[in-house]
């Protein structure tokens, strides 16, 4: 996992704006900055699937989730 010292630094030294990563990926601008500057812990909805697409926390597997939560849990990441 990244840190978000270390995004940032990345971002900078490719010449990319937190803005711009946000709208390329369809996330809140607010949001991400909330979240790399640990205003957010990054838990649950918007903010987690940031953290996830940043490398600041892991993809949970979904191999170790009962397969009655599976349905429910595609059902929520598809209309994310």
Not at 15 to 28: K, L, Q, T
Request: glycine share 4%; hydrophobic share 40%.
């Amino acid at each position: 996992m990244l840190t978000p010292e270390k995004i940032k630094s990345t971002f900078f030294e490719h010449g990319i704006s937190i803005r711009e990563w946000a709208a390329r990926n369809g996330f809140s601008q607010d949001l991400v900055y909330a979240v790399l500057n640990r205003r957010n812990q990054a838990t649950r909805g918007q903010s987690y699937r940031i953290a996830v697409a940043l490398g600041l926390r892991d993809k949970p597997d979904m191999a170790a989730v009962p397969e009655r939560l599976k349905a429910c849990i595609a059902s929520v990441e598809e209309r994310a």
